[in-house]
């Protein structure tokens, strides 16, 4: 089996470097390279952080202006006619955002460009939350209806705005499956991360891949990932409904327990992030446009916004108003980036585990979880019950991250296959593709000591398409959602007909909206 799954690890070997390329250029162009702060970001990245700027002042700051409309959308009382509920697709989208990543993805952003990583992190957080409103909000214009439930997202939008060319949404629905059954190996792998360390921490001895409770955590992993992935949206918007919350919650609260057990170490950190980003320390390489560049990349890939893997989410709410869910995901991306990120950006930097002489920090910042774990474990005073305690809640909310992000892929997997189709079958096929193929690829892998690094390289290459076409398609369509949003401010509670914006549309009808009163 080892044998089979190196085979495959080096077919998709010839996709590291073009990967690689694209992310990087034109960094990896001496010229460019050698350019102040400039040469640190690449076009990719340039295209996030420039359209997030642009629709920042295009839509009036509209994330800081629509912020408490937001939150009253959120916390108000709803019942979904059709699809879910705002609060649902909300849930959804934060599953799928908080992830492994707003802990392994902020250390290295910190052990890399030092604290002031997290300024620069903020930075590009608060300005994708305009992104995130306008991708958002175009997700709900042209979302269709299927039977109960809404589907669309990217897939759909950028079909509509390119001039309706079908064979355009099939070929990004192809690509973005292909990317999210590439990444199901990555998240299982996060999950058995979670567990192992939990078994590591409470019998005080490595556990072995070849242990049993390897293959009871794989077996566990597979059944209950089918069986909620087989119960359709309506399913995963439920388990979402009840974990998502207790998940976050639960990370919030045991982080704060840290801030207050190191309350003196607070001052402390806004200094380091805020000197730290415009003078970064010697320890990190003491370059400033290393600093701003890891922090702007950590933002802008933690919260999405701007690669369109969220819209999925987004449109199956039942919303009155398409600009009404843009509000609410902006606050997404505020919740992922500037309280949950930021929590693990705190717990990074006070730990400073790099002032630790008993630790080998060229060694240790190479391993992102562990380092971030042994920062932990540096937060809590003394060798008591409570440092395994706080260890355990904490790995066992990496683990959930982890898992809520491998179920969510498996979801949006569904809403943009129906691009392609909405026929049962086909859908049920890629239900199963998911499920009962990829999931267990993911397990073997972990069994069989082994990690697909270049199926990852894989999903980098076709993530970076998809920043290179959906950017550009925002730009395009900003003039249908700034028409969206004037609407939405001249009759406040009234429903939505798309042919006011001069859009075609089977769901934002006079009938439905008549239906709806």
């Not at 250390?107 to 903020?122: D, E, L």
């Not at 997404?332 to 008993?358: E, K, M, Q, R, Y």
Request: net charge neutral; charged share 15%.
């Amino acid at each position: 089996m080892a044998h089979i799954f190196e085979l495959v690890n080096q077919l998709f070997a010839q996709v590291v470097p073009v990967a690689d390329f694209l992310w990087d250029f034109p960094t990896n162009i001496d010229a460019y390279a050698n350019i102040p702060i400039l040469g640190q970001l690449s076009i990719a990245f340039l295209l996030l952080l420039g359209g997030s700027l642009y629709f920042t002042l295009r839509f009036g700051f509209v994330q800081v202006k629509e912020f408490k409309t937001g939150i009253r959308l959120l916390t108000s009382k709803q019942q979904a006619k059709v699809g879910t509920s705002q609060l649902a697709a909300f849930l959804v989208s934060m599953g799928g955002r908080v992830g492994a990543g707003n802990i392994v993805g902020v250390t290295g952003a910190v052990t890399i460009g030092g604290p002031g990583a997290i300024f620069w992190m903020w930075v590009s957080a608060f300005l994708g939350m305009a992104t995130s409103f306008c991708e958002a909000t175009l997700a709900q214009i042209f979302k269709e209806r299927k039977d109960n439930e809404y589907v669309g997202g990217f897939t759909f939008y950028i079909q509509k705005i390119w001039k309706n060319k079908a064979w355009i949404g099939a070929a990004m629905c192809i690509m973005y499956l292909i990317y999210n059954m590439l990444s199901i190996p990555v998240h299982t792998f996060h999950v058995f991360t979670a567990v192992s360390s939990i078994a590591d921490e409470v019998t005080g001895k490595t556990t072995q891949v070849t242990d049993p409770l390897y293959y009871v955590i794989a077996i566990a992993i597979i059944v209950i990932i089918a069986v909620i992935t087989f119960g359709g949206i309506k399913s995963v918007t439920k388990f979402s409904d009840a974990v998502v919350p207790v998940m976050a919650g639960l990370y919030v609260l045991i982080v704060l327990v840290l801030i207050v057990l190191n309350i003196g170490k607070v001052p402390g950190f806004f200094a380091a992030v805020f000197v730290g980003a415009f003078k970064p320390s010697a320890i990190f390489g003491g370059a400033f446009g290393v600093a701003m560049a890891q922090g702007l990349k950590r933002g802008l890939l933690s919260n999405e916004a701007g690669m369109g893997t969220a819209t999925q989410a987004s449109s199956i709410a039942d919303a009155n108003h398409p600009c009404e869910q843009g509000f609410i995901q902006s606050i997404g991306v505020f919740v992922d980036t500037i309280v949950i990120c930021s929590l693990a950006g705190f717990v990074v930097t006070a730990g400073a585990i790099w002032n630790n002489p008993s630790i080998d920090w060229d060694v240790m910042k190479a391993n992102k979880i562990g380092t971030f774990l042994t920062s932990v474990k540096e937060l809590v005073p003394g060798d008591g019950i409570l440092d395994v305690i706080v260890f355990i809640i904490v790995v066992v909310a990496f683990g959930l991250f982890a898992f809520t992000t491998l179920l969510c892929d498996l979801t949006y997997t569904e809403i943009a296959a129906n691009k392609i189709s909405k026929n049962k079958k086909f859908i049920y096929f890629t239900r199963c593709l998911g499920a009962l193929i990829f999931v267990p690829l993911g397990t073997l892998t972990v069994l069989s000591g082994l990690q697909l690094d270049n199926l990852w390289y894989v999903s980098d290459l076709i993530n970076v398409i998809l920043i290179f076409v959906n950017i550009p398609t925002l730009l395009v369509g900003r003039k249908l959602v700034t028409k969206a949003y004037e609407n939405y401010k001249k009759n406040p509670g009234k429903r939505f007909i798309a042919s006011e914006i001069g859009v075609e549309s089977d769901v934002w009808t006079v009938e439905a909206a008549k239906e709806s009163r």
